[in-house]
C-alpha cells in the first residue's frame, strides 16, 4: 500500500518569503510522488513529479521538491513567495500497478 | 491544445434523484480517470480505463455509480440515486500512455451539491 502525509493543513507565508511544504509517503516499492497545485475552482496542475531519476526536481514557477529516501520525505519549497502562490498543493505517490494517492492538501496563504 | 473537458460545472439536485457527469479528455490521451474529491480532502480514485475497458474499479460504489466509455473517447459517470454524502467535487483526469508515473492532466471538476 501506498500513502502520503502532507504536515500542516495551513501555512502561512509573507511574501517574498521562502515557502516550504511537508510530505512524507510511504510506499512498500519505488516510490513516483507528484506535487499538484490547486486554485480555487479549477483542476488539479501538475507542479513537479519525480519519477527515479534525479533526486532534485524543478518544477514550474520556481517550484522544486527533493526526494530523501532516508526521511521518506519529498517536500516542496520555492524561494520566494508570491501572492499568485496561495492555493491548495497536494503531495500524490504511485507506483507501477499502483494507482495515484494524494494527501489531504495544504493551502497556502501569502500575506502582503 | 484544449484540455480536459468537463460538463456541468455545477449541479444542485435532491437526494435519490439521478445525476451524471460528463468528461472529454485530451485528444489522444488512451488512460481517463474519474475521481471524487470531497471537501478538504484530495482527491480519490473512482474508475482507471484503459482504452474503453475499466481496468481498476475497486474504489467505485457500484451498487449507485456507475461509468461507460464506450469509444474509448469521452465518458460519463452516472449516480442513481444520489445520496447526501455524494456532494462533492467529481474530477476526470487523462493521460498518455499506462505507466503510472504518466503525468495525468485534469479537468476543472463538477461540483455536485446533493439536497
Known amino acids: 500500500a501506498q500513502s502520503v502525509t502532507q504536515l500542516g493543513s495551513h501555512v502561512s507565508v509573507s511574501e517574498g518569503a521562502l515557502v516550504l511544504l511537508r510530505c512524507n509517503y510511504s510506499s512498500s516499492v519505488p516510490p513516483y510522488l507528484f506535487w499538484y497545485v490547486q486554485y480555487p475552482n479549477q483542476g488539479l496542475q501538475l507542479l513537479l513529479k519525480y519519477t527515479s531519476a534525479a533526486t532534485l526536481v524543478k518544477g514550474i514557477n520556481d517550484f522544486e521538491a527533493e526526494f530523501k529516501k532516508s526521511e521518506t520525505s519529498f517536500h516542496l519549497t520555492k524561494p520566494s513567495a508570491h501572492m499568485s502562490d496561495a492555493a491548495e498543493y497536494f503531495c500524490a505517490v504511485s507506483a507501477p500497478g499502483y494507482a495515484l494517492n494524494f494527501g489531504k492538501g495544504t493551502s497556502l496563504l501569502v500575506t502582503p | ?115
Request: negative net charge; contains cysteine; hydrophobic residues 30%.
Open chain 2, 1 to 115: 491544445e484544449a484540455g480536459v473537458v468537463q460538463s456541468p460545472r455545477y449541479k444542485i439536485i435532491e437526494k435519490k434523484q439521478p445525476v451524471a457527469f460528463w468528461c472529454n479528455p485530451i485528444s489522444g490521451h488512451n488512460t481517463l480517470y474519474w475521481y471524487r474529491q470531497n471537501l478538504g480532502q484530495g482527491p480519490e480514485l473512482l474508475i482507471r480505463y484503459e482504452n474503453e475497458e475499466a481496468v481498476d474499479d475497486s474504489q467505485l460504489p457500484k451498487d449507485r455509480f456507475s461509468a461507460e466509455r464506450l469509444k474509448g473517447v469521452d465518458s460519463t459517470l452516472k449516480i442513481q440515486p444520489a445520496e447526501l454524502g455524494d456532494s462533492a467535487v467529481y474530477l476526470c483526469a487523462s493521460s498518455y500512455g499506462q505507466g503510472t508515473e504518466e503525468t495525468q492532466y485534469f479537468g476543472p471538476g463538477t461540483r455536485l451539491l446533493v439536497l
